[in-house]
């Protein structure tokens, strides 16, 4: 297929440019699978979509405040650095920019000293490798210079970080929001577990790649970044036992769906795993896994909308998204969100 199939038409103002308060006041598009019919809701009647026999799967990464600004030793130029993956101990891949500015060898000091970093190498792709030093711990130093790396379509100061968090986040090392699940609040996460149903934990680091725009027409020769993900054993066991007694399993987001995907492509199972990962889902793949996918309106021409169209077929996204713009939903990150399963 062609990037140009996942084009729509989207107004600049239907971008959410902040998230909406509660968390679960978002609208919610519940669309079938296989009718195309399509449900308009708000983001707390999902439970109602849910059964005892069924299971939820979120990604419990936490956002790190991975862009900072550094100043060059030799001339005090700025440059912006955002972390995207750690490879060792002080060691990290980033994006630069300009990137004229970081060449290897070139020290930068961050946050008045607090941090220093030195370009070690560049890598295919223009990203660099950064070696940093610094007194004391590296996360608290990043929690006193670090800004939140919103994406490059949201232009409004965030005003709490923790909105840009989801409520169980709990593993840092994210370069971006798992946004699926910023539609949970703790109130309606006990509401389900009260209704009998089990939530599972996995973690995927999420990186730019995700977000990295085709730039092939011809989308099968996209190269996906790798992400870093871990199951754990009492959530392969979780989902197992939901389809051994007929139940299904939910994916809070694109980052879960590919987490699980990735796995059973691996194993051939859903198995204890820890492992990195550049799965690319776009139609024509084979589910092995998920049952149900909760997610928000991608960008157009994105890997992420091109996984939807895989799992609830082409016509039935493109159709949802087409409506999405004329009901005036709110997209990206902050948007709303949808759900895409089997309703009868």
């Given amino acids: 297929m062609k990037k140009s ?57 936490r956002v790190l405040p991975a862009r ?40 930068f000091d961050f946050g008045n000293g607090l941090l220093t970093g030195e370009v070690v190498d560049v890598l295919d792709g223009g990203n660099r490798l950064v070696r940093f030093s610094y007194d004391g711990n590296f996360y608290n130093i990043l929690d006193k210079i670090g800004e939140m790396p919103l994406p490059h379509y949201i232009t409004e100061k965030l005003q709490d970080n923790e909105r840009y968090q989801t409520v169980y986040s709990a593993e840092l090392g994210s370069a971006a929001a798992p946004t699926a699940g910023l539609h949970f609040t703790p109130e309606l996460l006990k509401k389900i577990e009260e209704k009998g149903i089990k939530i599972g934990k996995v973690t995927l680091h999420v990186g730019l790649g995700t977000f990295r725009p085709v730039k092939e027409e011809n989308i ?25 007694n007929g139940g299904r399993v939910f994916a809070v987001g694109t980052t879960s769906c590919r987490t699980l995907e990735s796995v059973a492509a691996k194993l051939g ?49 493109m159709n949802a998204y087409d409506i999405a713009v004329t009901e005036k939903y709110r997209f990206f990150s902050f948007g709303d969100s949808s759900m895409f399963l089997d309703l009868e």
Avoid at 221 to 243: C, F, G, Q, R, V
Avoid at 270 to 297: H, M, Q, R, V
Wanted: contains cysteine; aromatic residues 10%.
């Fill in 5 to 61: 199939d996942f084009y729509y038409n989207l107004p600049k103002k239907l971008i959410a440019q902040t998230p909406i308060e509660p968390r679960d006041a978002s609208k919610l598009m519940v669309v079938d699978k296989k009718s195309g019919k399509i449900e308009h809701k708000h983001f707390y009647d999902v439970v109602d979509y849910l059964t005892e026999k069924d299971c939820l799967i979120i990604n419990d990464t």
């Fill in 68 to 107: 900072i600004y550094g100043t060059k030793k030799e001339t005090g130029a700025v440059v912006e650095f955002l972390l995207l993956s750690q490879k060792e101990k002080d060691l990290w891949e980033a994006v630069a920019g300009p990137g004229r500015r970081a060449k290897p060898g070139t020290v």
């Fill in 220 to 244: 099968e020769n996209h190269l996906m970044h790798s992400e870093h993900y871990h199951i754990p054993k009492e959530t392969a066991d979780l989902i197992n036992k939901t389809h051994e």
């Fill in 269 to 317: 199972k859903i198995d204890e795993d820890d492992d990195w990962t550049s799965i690319f889902i776009y139609p024509g793949y084979k589910f092995k896994c998920i049952d149900a996918l909760i997610t928000n309106f991608h960008l157009p021409e994105s890997t992420l909308i091109m996984l939807v169209c895989a799992f609830a077929g082409y016509e039935n996204t």
